[in-house]
C-alpha cells in the first residue's frame, strides 16, 4: 500500500480488531438468559405466539428476528408487533422496516403467566411468506445488538 504512514495503518488494523472485539463481547458474554421462545408467521390471520413468563418484576428483553423470503421488492416493507400480558394489557408495540433483521425491545412484566405476541407485516411490496423467531432474555446488557439489529 504505497504512500499510507505505516503507522497509520497499524493504527488502522488495531481499531478494526477493537470494534471485532467489542462486537464479540457484546454478542457471547452480554446476552442474557433465554427464557422463553417462540416461532410466529408474518401474517394478520395466524394465532399470535405465547412466551411462558415466569419472573415479574425483572426487566425481560424481547429480540424479533426475521428472516424474510421475498420474490420481488422488499422496499417499504414493515413489521409490527404487539406485545399482550395474560390479563389483556397491551405491554408494548411497534413498528420498523425491515431493513434489519433483528428488532429488540425491553419490558417488565408486572405478572407471570402467558404473554401473547403478535407479529406481522403491515405492509408488502412483493409477494412471500415470512416467520419471525422470538427469543426472550433476563439479563441481558447487550448495547451493540441493538443499535445494529445484530
Same mark, same amino acid.
Given at each position: 500500500?504505497?504512500?499510507?504512514?505505516?503507522?497509520?495503518?497499524?493504527?488502522?488494523?488495531?481499531? $478494526?480488531?477493537?470494534?471485532?472485539? &467489542? *462486537? &464479540?463481547? /457484546?454478542?457471547?458474554? &452480554?446476552?442474557?438468559?433465554? #427464557?422463553?421462545?417462540?416461532?410466529?408467521?408474518?401474517?394478520?390471520?395466524?394465532?399470535?405466539?405465547?412466551?411462558?413468563?415466569?419472573?415479574?418484576?425483572?426487566?425481560?428483553? =424481547?429480540?424479533?428476528?426475521?428472516?424474510?423470503?421475498?420474490?420481488?421488492?422488499?422496499? $417499504?416493507?414493515?413489521?409490527?408487533?404487539?406485545?399482550?400480558?395474560?390479563?389483556?394489557? =397491551?405491554?408494548?408495540?411497534?413498528? !420498523?422496516?425491515?431493513?434489519?433483521?433483528?428488532? %429488540? %425491545?425491553? %419490558? #417488565?412484566?408486572?405478572?407471570?403467566? !402467558?404473554?401473547?405476541?403478535?407479529?406481522? !407485516?403491515?405492509?408488502? &411490496?412483493?409477494?412471500?411468506? *415470512?416467520?419471525?423467531?422470538?427469543?426472550?432474555? #433476563?439479563? /441481558?446488557?447487550?448495547?451493540?445488538?441493538?443499535?445494529?439489529?445484530?
Amino acid at each position: 500500500m504505497d504512500g499510507i504512514d505505516p503507522r497509520l495503518k497499524n493504527w488502522g488494523i488495531a481499531l $478494526g480488531l477493537m470494534v471485532a472485539a &467489542l *462486537g &464479540l463481547l /457484546d454478542t457471547i458474554a &452480554l446476552k442474557g438468559d433465554q #427464557v422463553a421462545s417462540a416461532s410466529i408467521r408474518l401474517q394478520s390471520d395466524t394465532e399470535p405466539g405465547t412466551l411462558q413468563i415466569a419472573s415479574p418484576g425483572q426487566p425481560h428483553t =424481547v429480540a424479533i428476528s426475521t428472516r424474510k423470503r421475498v420474490q420481488g421488492v422488499t422496499e $417499504g416493507q414493515t413489521i409490527s408487533w404487539q406485545l399482550v400480558a395474560p390479563d389483556g394489557q =397491551v405491554v408494548d408495540s411497534g413498528s !420498523e422496516r425491515v431493513a434489519r433483521k433483528k428488532r %429488540f %425491545f425491553d %419490558f #417488565v412484566p408486572t405478572q407471570p403467566g !402467558e404473554y401473547r405476541l403478535h407479529v406481522e !407485516e403491515t405492509k408488502l &411490496l412483493g409477494r412471500g411468506r *415470512g416467520s419471525a423467531q422470538v427469543s426472550v432474555y #433476563v439479563n /441481558d446488557h447487550r448495547v451493540l445488538a441493538p443499535l445494529l439489529g445484530l
